[in-house]
C-alpha cells in the first residue's frame, strides 16, 4: 500500500494511490492520501492529478471496517472521517482532475466528483453501489453526482447500484471527457498540461466563485464576484496579461501561476 506525489516540469502534482489488489478505501490508506495532500498542500502546485495503480481504480471499501463499528456513534466517527478525504480534494484553489482508467467504485468515485475534472477511459465503469450492504454513500457523492448531473440521475445512480459507463456519464455531465484506452495516462496529461499552464490564481478564483453559486446559486456568487476577481489584480499573471494582451494582442502571454 502506498500513495506518491511526483511533480512534473510545468507544475503538475500527480498523486498515485496503490493498495492491491483491488484499492479498496481503509483507515489505514486514507492516512496515506492525508500525508500525501499534506504534501500537497505545503507546496501548492498548479493542478492536481488524482489517478490509480492496477487494474481497477477501485472496488470500494473495505467493508469489515464498517461491521467492526459497535454503536452509531462510533459509526458516524467513521463516516465524519471518510468524508474529510474528498472535502480536502475540493477545498483546493487549484484544477484538480481525477483519471479513471478503469472500473472505479464507491469511495474512488466520491472523490472522483470532488475534483473539478473528470476524465475517464473508453473502459472506465462507475457506481455507488453502497445498497449491496443496506447504507447509502457517505463520502459526498450522492450530491456532488446531484450537482452534475441532477437529483433525478443521482437518485437513479444510487438507487439502482448499477455500474454505468463513462459514455453514459459523459452524457450526463458527470465525466468531462472519454479518452481512447490506448495512450490513456498520455492523453491525460495532455489536457492537464493545457490547463496548468494557464493563470492558476485565476482558476482558484474560479472556483471560489463557484462554491458560492453551489451554496446560494447566481446572486450569491453575484455577491461575492467583484471583491473575488479585484483580488486577482495584485498578481504577476494578470499585470503581465494585460500588458502582454496591449503589447502583442490576445492569446501571447505565459503565466507563472502567481
Not at 55 to 79: C, R
Request: hydrophobic share 45%.
Amino acid at each position: 500500500m502506498g500513495v506518491t506525489v511526483e511533480r512534473t516540469p510545468e507544475g503538475i502534482a500527480v498523486l498515485t494511490f496503490s493498495a492491491p489488489p483491488v484499492n479498496l478505501y481503509s483507515l489505514e490508506l486514507h492516512a496515506e492520501l492525508d500525508r500525501a495532500l499534506d504534501e500537497v498542500e505545503a507546496d501548492l502546485p498548479r493542478a492536481l492529478l488524482v489517478r490509480a495503480e492496477g487494474k481497477i481504480v477501485s472496488g470500494g471499501v473495505d467493508v469489515s471496517q464498517f461491521h467492526a463499528q459497535k454503536t452509531q456513534a462510533d459509526t458516524q466517527v467513521l463516516y465524519d472521517r471518510m468524508l474529510e478525504l474528498p472535502n480536502r480534494v475540493e477545498a483546493l484553489d487549484v484544477p484538480t482532475f481525477f483519471a479513471a482508467h478503469a472500473l472505479t467504485l464507491t469511495w474512488a468515485f466520491e472523490v472522483a466528483v470532488a475534483c473539478d475534472i473528470i476524465l475517464a477511459s473508453e473502459k472506465a465503469k462507475f457506481g455507488l453501489v453502497e445498497r449491496v450492504i443496506g447504507l447509502t454513500p457517505t463520502m459526498g457523492g450522492t450530491q456532488r453526482l446531484a450537482a452534475r448531473a441532477g437529483v433525478g440521475r443521482a437518485k437513479e445512480f444510487v438507487f439502482s447500484g448499477e455500474i454505468y459507463d463513462a459514455a453514459t456519464l459523459e452524457r450526463w455531465n458527470v465525466v468531462n471527457r472519454v479518452l481512447p484506452v490506448e495512450g490513456f495516462d498520455d492523453a491525460v496529461l495532455d489536457v492537464v498540461r493545457q490547463i496548468a499552464v494557464g493563470p492558476t490564481r485565476a482558476f482558484g478564483a474560479a472556483k471560489q466563485i463557484l462554491r458560492h453559486f453551489e451554496a446560494g446559486g447566481v446572486p450569491e456568487a453575484n455577491a461575492h464576484t467583484t471583491r473575488i476577481a479585484a483580488e486577482l489584480f495584485t498578481t504577476d499573471d494578470l499585470q503581465h496579461g494585460m500588458e502582454s494582451f496591449l503589447t502583442d494582442g490576445p492569446g501571447q502571454a505565459t503565466f507563472t501561476g502567481r
